[in-house]
């Protein structure tokens, strides 16, 4: 899952990156609100995490904006601010979510989590298909009872792919929501980890569709 971290404080924005990528989410981050209406513009993310107060445009505005524009990323507000009209007037800009700073990071992931869980459209906490249990909070895989060790990125593409079991997903999309700015991607990756995968889960679990892209087998 692709987060943008839109946050102006150095010390802040470093801790929370570095917590949310060990959590095995794709971070990456701005520190002012013009960059960030610029990248919300042109890139595609799962979910923002906002800061209000920002130099160049505050996170108001920005999130007013993204709305206006009919735009329903989820977005969770992080601030110092805990008065209670800006908590109130930060969810009647169309923000989904609240954290007064300083919060946990446990916390901020399992908040991000039940929010792209509401997103897809599931209720559970684990997502199940074809006797393969994926536990995003746990980081766990099982296959017919037994755990499956994945590397973090294997356990990022099964997600993607189990959370829509029938789509077909291209290899471009599956990139951009695996690899943050300045990660290196082989031309290859998806292949590579695709082939990790069926060797872990079996053969007919993810299925190529020629030409388009990748899916898990539908029930
Ligand atoms: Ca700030």
Do not use: C
């Amino acid at each position: 899952m692709r987060l943008l971290l839109v946050e102006d404080d150095a010390m802040i924005g470093e801790a929370i990156r570095a917590g949310l990528r060990r959590d095995g989410f794709t971070v990456d981050w701005v520190h002012d609100g013009q960059t960030a209406e610029q990248v919300l513009k042109t890139e595609s993310f799962d979910l923002l995490l906002l800061d209000l107060g920002l130099p160049r445009k505050a996170g108001l505005p920005v999130l007013s904006d993204l709305r206006a524009r009919g735009d329903a990323l989820p977005v969770i507000i992080l601030t110092a601010r805990d008065a209670v009209s800006d908590r109130v007037q930060g969810l009647d800009a169309g923000a989904d979510d609240y954290l007064v700073k300083p919060f946990d990071l446990d916390e901020l992931s399992a908040r991000i989590r039940a929010l792209l869980r509401r997103k897809s459209g599931q209720t559970a906490p684990a997502i199940e298909h074809l006797g393969v249990i994926l536990t995003p909070a746990e980081h766990t895989v099982q296959r017919d009872g037994q755990d499956v060790a994945l590397s973090p990125k294997e356990f990022a593409l099964l997600q993607l792919l189990m959370e829509r079991p029938g789509t077909i997903l291209s290899r471009e999309r599956i990139e951009e929501r695996l690899y943050g700015w300045g990660e290196e991607v082989e031309s290859n990756a998806v292949e590579v980890h695709v082939h990790s995968l069926r060797r872990k889960l079996g053969t007919d679990f993810i299925l190529t569709v020629r030409g388009v892209g990748y899916r898990v087998r539908p029930s």
